[in-house]
């Protein structure tokens, strides 16, 4: 098993920053990909990032491309999303996942991911 616990989640104007941690805990040893989901009232969880833990393979939906950087720190078990311009339609709980290693890369396969964390709430005002 692997727990999830997000933090790093606020209130903040648009055009601000935010950088979200995921520390991982258990089995960390057996994850492959590490991906960020966030989810708004009403909408389905859409992907936003996912890295490779084994090879620092990242991969960005589009509508955050060039302005939320996913990055790891081993040493830590923990999976940064530093969010940059930040805009009112970025608002959602954020959650990260983490899939099993033997699945490979996942990139932003939502049914691929086994473990979930509690989700950090981002709000951006405009």
């Known amino acids: 098993q692997v727990q999830l616990v997000e933090s790093g989640g606020g209130s903040v104007q648009a055009g601000g920053s935010l950088r979200l941690s995921c520390a991982a805990s258990?089995?960390?040893?057996?994850?492959?990909?590490m991906g960020w989901f966030r989810q708004a009232p009403g909408k389905e969880r859409d992907g936003v990032a996912a890295?490779?833990?084994?090879?620092?393979?990242?991969y960005y939906a589009d509508s955050v491309k060039g302005r939320f950087t996913i990055s790891q720190d081993s040493a830590k078990n923990t999976v940064y999303l530093q969010m940059n311009s930040l805009q009112p339609e970025d608002t959602a709980m954020y959650y990260c996942?983490?899939?099993?290693?033997?699945?490979?890369?996942?990139?932003?396969?939502?049914?691929?991911?086994?473990?979930w964390g509690q989700g950090t709430q981002v709000t951006v005002s405009s």
């Open positions: 890295i490779y833990t084994g090879g620092g393979l990242t």
């Open positions: 996942a983490a899939s099993i290693r033997a699945l490979g890369w996942v990139a932003l396969n939502r049914y691929s991911y086994n473990y």
């Open positions: 258990g089995a960390t040893y057996n994850t492959g990909s």
